[in-house]
């Protein structure tokens, strides 16, 4: 396929990896309204900072933890830790370990969390996220209600 040198004199090659790549660009497009780099604004800066192994890519808060888990592994700059294609077809976002339907918020949120753990912290952080996300739920229902929380004043 197409291939061509950094700066550095290494090789840069294009095909399956690439196109990983490029449907990262495509998800980060559609959530965020722009293109990874498209804070550089010449092709030649653009071309720099993409070849740049030391380059971090900014992502903002988004509501669905598995879509900025697959943007961010579909965008890794080293192409032996993007997904490869049977890996992605697999990935919760696209094939959810759970049904959302059949879950509260809270319980959807605390099972996401959950499998995101299994993959990359211990069970005992994801138990003490889940219970600082319930406690946050509880909070935010309460403040809607008008219930006193433990942030209210007497």
Known sequence: MCND???????????????????????????YGKTPFADFTTFWSKYKEI???DHKIMYG???NPWLLDIMKKCLAWNRNERLR???LLEHPFLQ???SPLSLTQEEWHCKALSEIS?????????????EKLQE???????????????FDKE
């Open 136 to 150: 946050h739920i509880r909070n935010l229902s309460k403040h809607t209600t008008g219930e006193k929380t433990g």
């Open 61 to 63: 808060p988004v509501s």
């Open 96 to 98: 959810p370990p759970v």
């Open 5 to 31: 040198q950094d700066e550095n004199g290494s090789i840069i090659k294009c095909g399956r990896p690439s196109d990983i790549w490029s449907l990262g660009c495509i998800l980060y497009q559609m959530v």
């Open 118 to 130: 299994k993959a990359y912290g211990s069970e005992g952080e994801i138990q003490s996220l889940c």
């Open 85 to 87: 294609i049977p890996q």
């Open 51 to 53: 070849t740049n192994k």
